[in-house]
């Protein structure tokens, strides 16, 4: 774990296995240009892969220390089975970078170009299957983008375009939400609408036990293990084993709105989270609005969710996130 979608030159990537699509383009030449002769003997030694198939060769002059060469196949109209090949290229090339003992692998959005294949649907497939392989498996996966054209969450795209457009038109804060001051200690005073008292034990409670403490508490009442909330948040293990022994540990934004994803929190107990970290939702951040629209919604595919905020030039969550 985790996964976060990029937009840059794969070939400059510090990973420890670079993925090939062994497909002609000028992606392809670029990483061959800049492995050096050395890939290009060692892939004849070792021949042509079928579609679908996966093989291994050194990174040479790549920042890699493995190339995974990988054959996606040609789009013919979706009836010749172009889905479950495309599938077994991530799964295959997936496996074989954890048995190298792997632990970061960088994909291109194999057959998207020169097979012909439709980008949204391209997209869809890499995303599931890199889905797939995540949920037992501790690795960072980058899936690097060259365009804007390949979105697997268009429609939700809209809806939030739409969410986002309405409430910017509102010049308020997150409707029945609180305005929070935080002091030195982290501890939050609401301002209450209706000027009533705020709820002193769960502020005191919140700010004893810190976001740390939060945390550890909600992952025991949602009944989950740790390895089960710290996957669903696409929060890396090392990372999360630092949140979890550091009382102290102040999170970003982003961090806290990962594991609201992950514990299904619905829209009080994930203000009731930020708070511990002394943080608040507004309508002045399109981060917050986004995150207001899936919260309330119901909605916790955190896969959909860090596609649509890196549609929008957004920090996603999780991955990536310090």
């Not at 670029?30 to 002769?37: E, H, K, Y």
């Not at 501790?138 to 939030?160: H, I, N, Q």
């Not at 001051?181 to 034990?201: K, N, Q, R, S, Y």
């Not at 630092?242 to 514990?263: C, M, Q």
């Amino acid at each position: 774990m985790p996964f976060e979608i990029r937009r840059e030159d794969i070939t400059r990537m510090r990973v420890h296995a670079m993925v090939s699509a062994a497909s002609p383009g000028d992606a392809e030449e670029a990483l061959f240009r800049a492995a050096g002769p050395g890939l290009l003997r060692e892939c004849r030694l070792q021949g042509a892969c079928r579609v679908g198939e996966a093989k291994m060769t050194g990174g040479y002059g790549l920042p890699a220390r493995y190339v995974i060469h990988t054959a996606g196949p040609v789009w013919e109209g979706g009836m010749k089975g172009e889905d479950e090949k495309l599938r077994a290229c991530y799964l295959n090339a997936l496996h074989l970078a954890r048995d190298s003992e792997c632990e970061s692998i960088a994909f291109p959005l194999i057959s998207a170009d020169a097979c012909g294949y439709p980008g949204d649907r391209a997209m869809k497939v890499a995303v599931e299957a890199i889905r797939s392989f995540l949920l037992s498996t501790d690795m960072t996966v980058y899936l690097v983008l060259r365009g804007e054209d390949a979105c697997s969450v268009r429609e939700r795209l809209r809806e939030v375009e739409t969410y986002i457009a309405a409430s910017c038109a509102e010049d308020s804060f997150i409707s029945d939400s609180r305005i929070y001051v935080t002091e030195a200690v982290h501890l939050c005073m609401p301002i209450l609408p209706d000027g009533g008292e705020p709820d002193w034990e769960t502020l005191f409670r919140e700010r004893d036990e810190g976001f740390s403490g939060a945390l550890i508490r909600l992952i025991d009442e949602k009944g989950l293990t740790d390895p089960e909330c710290y996957r669903r948040a696409n929060i890396d293990r090392k990372l999360f084993s630092k949140i979890r022994s550091n009382p102290a540990y102040h999170p970003r934004k982003a961090i806290v709105y990962a594991f609201a994803v992950a514990l299904r929190l619905d829209l009080e107990e994930t203000e009731e989270l930020l708070r511990t970290a002394g943080l608040a939702m507004t309508r002045s951040d399109r981060m917050d609005i986004v995150m207001e629209y899936f919260i309330s919604n119901g909605l916790y595919d955190i896969y959909e969710i860090n596609e649509v905020l890196f549609r929008f030039d957004l920090s996603t969550l999780g991955s990536g996130v310090r």
